[in-house]
C-alpha cells in the first residue's frame, strides 16, 4: 500500500460525533488535516471513510505512514526522522489554488495584528476572499461567494514616483502599497499624506529613512542614495504577518506560480489581498483601504 507524504509528525486528536463519517486524507497534501479537501485527484490516493460508533476523542494519523489508518500506531517516531531531514532541505513557500485559499508550507511564524505566534501546522491554508468565518485561516467560503484568483489589472507594473532630496531619493510605487502606514507612524516629517509632495527627503535624517524603507511592508518604497542604485531594505525572518483590516505581509518566503512580480517589487517582501478585491492578484493593491473593508 502506497503511503502519502508526511504532513505531521505527530498524531491529531479529534473530538469525534457518533455516527458521523470522517474522510481522513491519505495523500498528505490536503490543507485541513488530518481530513481530505480533495488534494489527492489526480493521484494514486483517495481519502479513507470512517464511522464513528461512539462520541469521543480519537488519535488520527498525521504522518500517513501508518498500518492502521485511518488512526495513529507511532509510525510518526520513523517519519519524525524523516521529517526533520526533509524540512533541513525545505524552506517556506505559497502555493495559490486557483480561484480558493493560499496554501503556506514549512512556515516557521505566523503573527496576528497584534504581533503575537499564531499556531500553526506545516500546511495551513489562508484565507484570501475575504468570507472566512475563520480567518485568517480558510473554511471553503471563496466556494460559495464566487471569489475569483484571476488578475485583472492592466498594468501590473505599476507607475513610480520619485522624491529627491539633497542626499537620497524615495520612489514609490503606489500599486504595490497596502497603506499599512508604518511610513507616517515612523516618520511623519518626512512621510506625510496630508501635505504635497507627500513625501519629503531633507526633513528628516537618512537613518530615519533607511528605517521606514525596512518596515514598509508590500516593497512600494525604496532607498537611492547619491550615486547608487535604488535598493530595498528588509528584515531577515521568515515570517508571514497578518494587517489589521488588510493584507498579508509576507518577509522570506517563496510564492510559486501564478505570481508575476512588477518590475520595481522584491520577492524577499510583498504583500497578498486578503479581502478578495485587489485587481492585482495574488498581491494586495490597498483596495481593502479604499473600500473599507474589515475582516469581522
Known amino acids: 500500500m502506497a503511503k502519502g507524504i508526511v504532513a505531521g509528525t505527530s498524531p491529531v486528536p479529534i473530538e469525534v460525533e457518533g455516527g458521523k463519517t470522517y474522510y481522513w486524507c491519505a495523500c498528505g497534501k490536503s490543507a485541513n488535516q488530518p481530513f481530505c479537501d480533495g488534494s489527492h485527484k489526480g493521484s494514486e490516493f483517495a481519502p479513507v471513510a470512517w464511522t464513528a460508533e461512539e462520541t469521543g476523542r480519537k488519535f488520527f494519523c498525521a504522518c500517513k505512514q501508518t498500518d492502521g489508518q485511518p488512526f495513529c500506531d507511532g509510525s510518526h517516531a520513523t517519519a519524525e526522522a524523516i521529517a526533520e531531514r526533509e524540512q533541513e532541505a525545505s524552506a517556506p513557500v505559497i502555493e495559490q489554488r486557483e480561484n480558493g485559499p493560499i496554501v503556506v508550507k514549512h ?70 502599497c497596502a497603506h499599512a502606514g508604518e511610513c507616517g507612524r515612523i516618520n511623519s516629517a518626512v512621510f506625510n499624506v496630508s501635505q504635497k509632495p507627500w513625501v519629503r527627503p531633507d526633513e528628516g535624517t537618512v537613518e530615519s529613512i533607511r528605517e521606514v524603507i ?83
Open 107 to 176: 512556515l516557521k511564524k505566523l503573527l496576528d495584528e497584534d504581533g503575537n505566534e499564531i499556531e500553526i501546522r506545516e500546511v495551513v491554508a489562508l484565507c484570501r476572499c475575504g468570507g472566512s468565518k475563520n480567518k485568517p485561516f480558510c473554511d471553503g467560503s471563496h466556494r460559495e461567494n464566487g471569489f475569483t484568483s484571476a488578475n485583472g489589472t492592466e498594468n501590473a507594473d505599476g507607475r513610480v514616483f520619485s522624491y529627491e532630496g539633497e542626499q537620497v531619493t524615495v520612489h514609490f510605487n503606489k500599486l504595490l
Open 214 to 296: 525596512e518596515a514598509c511592508p508590500s516593497g512600494a518604497l525604496r532607498l537611492e542614495m547619491k550615486g547608487g542604485e535604488p535598493i530595498h531594505l528588509q528584515e531577515d525572518e521568515s515570517l508571514i504577518r497578518v494587517q489589521r483590516n488588510g493584507s498579508y505581509h509576507v518577509h522570506n518566503v517563496e510564492i510559486g506560480e501564478p505570481a508575476k512580480f512588477a518590475e520595481t517589487a522584491t520577492a524577499d517582501k510583498y504583500v497578498l489581498c486578503r479581502c478578495g478585491l485587489s485587481k492585482n492578484k495574488p498581491f494586495c493593491d490597498g483596495t481593502h483601504y479604499d473600500e473599507k473593508w474589515r475582516a469581522d
